[in-house]
């Protein structure tokens, strides 16, 4: 299975929006959006500073757990990742969200 944005809503009139790598792992999700062109937008975000070293902001989830946040150009958090079980895990994620970000297709499963 190649990587994709599985894009999702609206559920409770929110659209959300998840990278999967290849392997099917969730390697960001999206913060909520109230339209579909909202979550659209988030993913042409993440799809050009996901590339961009200085857009990731590592640091530890609230139960001391490696994770990360993408941030775009305007400082606006676009996506958040799991929590890791180590540093190097996080590193991990963030090549992986590298290297699949730019390029990944949309599945579009929206269901208005």
Partial sequence: MASR???TGP???QYHFVLKAGNGE???TSESYTTKAGAN???QSVKINSSIDA???RKNATNGKPMF???AANGEIIGSSETYSSDAAREGGITSVKVNGPS???DDQTTG
């Fill in 5 to 7: 944005y599985l894009l």
């Fill in 11 to 13: 559920s409770g009139g």
């Fill in 26 to 28: 969730t390697i960001l």
């Fill in 41 to 43: 937008n988030g993913i």
């Fill in 55 to 57: 857009r990731y902001v």
């Fill in 69 to 71: 946040n993408l941030k």
């Fill in 104 to 106: 990944a297709p949309i």
